[in-house]
């Protein structure tokens, strides 16, 4: 046994997987992606992670290929394989040398010195959203050690969903400087394998802007609701002019769990009166979203 050629082709490597011939006799596969489950613009690019079935794990063929596919050189045998977008800034990459356990996640919000019991939902931890990703998972490929004209397909979707947050009927919006709304129980990673979010709840949260003159919008993005919980709040944190700074919470477990479209969802609640602040009255105060020094309101929907 002598092990593979590394770096056949170009975009393509692997790790410590034994054969028993020079790696550029093997079969030479047609790899392509059939995009009709996606109805976003394409990615760049895209990752493919071969797993030979019944080797050790650190045993895998990796390729990357444009959105048109290209061809890999494999051996002969069974695999379970994954393919992903491969153009993420936010989103990182673990557990990749085997299939159960490789996870898609991002990094948690740096929150300095902040005790765990002041972020919005302890003790949740607010994580950064991740990139619009694109997966799927193949399995039972079965690839014949003489064959040049064997073919993968994958079919990508989306894997990342948008919570579109509108709060409306705001009184007095102009007496708010900046807001921010944070989703809780979300989660952070996603399982390739199992093909499905994974891990603990975390809170993701983003800065609002007005839509018009009583209503103020945001788009928070994650793999989904948390396989660990049952239940989903949203915080609108507000920084008014005179300095005072207001929190309103709303369970919307119901709007998220009952949404027609799960991947791209609204959620629309009805906003809070506010007291009406001269412009010039105060800075706003900072923008911590501890608990400290808020007025929490918790508005039935």
């Given at each position: 046994m002598i092990p593979a050629l590394m770096g056949i082709l170009s975009g393509c490597d692997h790790k410590d997987l034994l054969i028993d011939e020079p790696a550029i006799l093997n079969p030479l596969i047609t790899v392509s992606y059939d995009w009709v489950k996606t109805p976003y613009t394409l990615p760049n690019g895209m990752a493919n992670i071969f797993y030979p079935?019944?080797?050790?794990?650190?045993?895998?063929?990796?390729?990357?290929?444009?959105?048109?596919?290209?061809?890999?050189r494999m051996p002969g045998g069974e695999y379970?394989?994954?393919?992903?977008?491969?153009?993420?800034?936010?989103?990182?990459?673990?557990?990749?040398?085997?299939?159960?356990?490789?996870?898609?996640?991002?990094?948690?919000?740096?929150?300095?010195?902040?005790?765990?019991?002041?972020?919005?939902?302890?003790?949740?931890r607010?994580?950064?959203?991740?990139?619009?990703?694109?997966?799927?998972?193949?399995?039972?490929?079965?690839?014949?050690?003489?064959?040049?004209?064997?073919?993968?397909?994958?079919h990508p979707r989306v894997i990342t969903r948008d919570y579109h947050i509108e709060m409306t009927d705001i009184v007095n919006l102009q007496s708010a400087l900046r807001y921010y709304a944070v989703i809780s129980d979300l989660s952070a990673s996603y399982s390739p394998?199992?093909?499905?979010?994974?891990?603990?709840?975390?809170c993701m949260g983003g800065f609002m802007?007005?839509?018009?003159?009583?209503?103020?919008?945001?788009?928070?993005?994650?793999?989904?609701?948390s396989p660990r919980s049952q239940k989903c709040r949203l915080a609108v944190y507000m920084w008014l002019a005179d300095g005072a700074k207001k929190m309103y919470q709303y369970d919307v477990t119901d709007q998220i769990k009952e949404a027609p479209d799960s991947m791209n969802l609204v959620i629309r609640v009805k906003g809070p009166e506010l007291p009406y602040i001269k412009p010039d009255q105060g800075d706003g105060g900072g923008l911590d979203i501890g608990i400290d020094d808020w007025e929490f309101v918790e508005i039935e929907l």
């Open positions: 079935v019944g080797h050790d794990p650190g045993s895998y063929w990796r390729s990357d290929f444009r959105p048109e596919g290209g061809m890999v379970i394989a994954v393919t992903f977008n491969n153009d993420t800034e936010i989103v990182r990459f673990s557990g990749i040398d085997a299939i159960s356990g490789f996870i898609f996640h991002t990094p948690p919000v740096d929150t300095g010195n902040l005790p765990a019991d002041q972020l919005p939902f302890p003790p949740q607010l994580y950064r959203q991740p990139d619009r990703m694109w997966s799927d998972t193949l399995r039972d490929i079965n690839i014949l050690s003489t064959s040049d004209r064997d073919s993968v397909t994958f394998e199992l093909q499905q979010p994974a891990g603990d709840a975390v802007s007005p839509m018009d003159s009583s209503t103020i919008i945001s788009t928070v993005t994650s793999f989904g609701m």
